[in-house]
């Protein structure tokens, strides 16, 4: 079985859906039968690259809340990450253009190491003093995640590398209706949008493996099978 | 929409039905939006590496006829294969474990080349005087595809190399029902086996891609939108 997950590196509630995922993956009898795929998803798409500002301030404007407000919203992003056993800092952290760390991904999808650089990501924008905007914490991620460092910073300097990929994500994401982020997709059949507690992604996962019946297409043609014989109908 | 393809390098309908497909592929409208997935499914899995013989006599035992009828079975395959302009050799091919040209299409989905050495690895076996039975040829095989002449060789020289890939492709066969080869999954909805006339293809690809509806499942939850903003429902 396959699930894509769409996500933004500075997303909370991709950070947080992450870990309930894992959790509920962790207790559905087939996880090893798992594929989990990696999609990218910008909040902020339009930002130019190296514009960075601080979260908080972002909030309070969005929303038309006091610093103390935003604060306070924060505080309870935090509290759903310390639930899960994440860090999360409430100060500090800046919100930019994440074009740059989704095209990384996908080197490091090539590479067997998504996963690895996703938690290392994620890790580094809301639990540490780590800027996931700035390059050359973006060349340690990678390498850390066991990318090699040259490819790291081949793809860094050359901004279609990946590109394609990222925006076919995001065309996809459109196509199947997701609005926000994390949005899971089971066997492109079922779709769960947000960070939903650990026992929704289970139940999703079970109802998923018991409709892993395919409709067949097509009437009788010929195959060969694991005896080696190659049958042509009516021959 | 995702296409997965499991078939042998050693399975005449696999390389037609792979030319049937594509034709079906190029008249469906949304081809560009279409990614598909070269499956791992061995023929002959229990015999052993190195051990070959003439595919005529293989099929004269196996059916109980003449190498004279046997002749006649290929000729009509052969015929197949040049309606779809493929080149078919009936004298001199053989049959043999494909174990370790199914490890290099795994390496080689991991560098983006898969379809390259697909289409290869199936032209030396059905229209070539080229054994990919024989290392040297499919480490010729690999590099023109375009991969790397060492990663080629180290694949080679470990059997566990990708092993877990073909073998995990292989459970999936079987829990997906195919008994046989070629068989072709769009978007784990949709089966077709066998290979069929392109017309079939394309009409699949159009009812798996007007029935692309995921079902939702889960209550609302915490989603980060494009804008920018968190929410949580109810907060």
New interface residues.
């Given amino acids: 079985?396959?699930v894509e997950i769409w996500s933004?590196i500075?997303?909370?509630?991709?950070y947080?859906?992450k870990a309930r995922f894992e959790k509920g993956l962790a207790a559905f009898a087939h996880r090893d039968?798992v594929e989990v795929v990696h999609r990218s998803f910008?909040?902020?798409?339009n930002r130019a690259k190296g514009d960075t500002g601080p979260v908080l301030e972002?909030l309070a404007k969005?929303?038309g809340r006091t610093l103390e407000e935003a604060r306070a919203m924060e505080a309870?992003?935090a509290s759903?990450a310390h639930a899960e056993g994440l860090g999360y800092r409430t100060e500090g952290r800046d919100?930019g253009n994440t074009f740059d760390i989704h095209r990384l991904l996908h080197l490091a999808r090539?590479?067997?190491l998504q996963n690895e650089l996703l938690d290392l990501a994620y890790r580094a924008n809301f639990a540490e003093e780590r800027s996931v905007f700035d390059p050359e914490t973006l060349v340690t991620l990678g390498v850390e995640a066991g990318l090699d460092e040259a490819e790291v910073r081949a793809v860094l300097a050359d901004d279609s590398a990946y590109a394609e990929a990222v925006r076919e994500d995001e065309?996809?994401a459109a196509?199947?209706?997701a609005?926000?982020?994390?949005?899971f997709?089971?066997?492109?059949?079922?779709?769960?949008?947000?960070?939903?507690?650990a026992e929704?992604f289970t139940?999703?996962l079970e109802?998923a493996w018991q409709g892993?019946v395919?409709?067949?297409?097509?009437?009788?043609?010929?195959?060969?099978?694991?005896?080696?014989?190659?049958?042509?109908p009516g021959?």
């Fill in positions: 079985m396959r933004d500075a997303c909370p509630w991709c947080i859906g039968d910008e909040l902020d798409p972002m969005k929303y309870h992003v759903n919100h090539d590479r067997g065309r996809e196509e199947l209706g609005n926000g982020v994390p949005f997709v089971l066997d492109r059949r079922y779709g769960i949008s947000g960070g939903q507690p929704v139940q999703a109802q892993r395919l409709q067949p297409v097509g009437g009788d043609a010929a195959v060969c099978d694991p005896d080696g014989s190659c049958e042509v021959a």
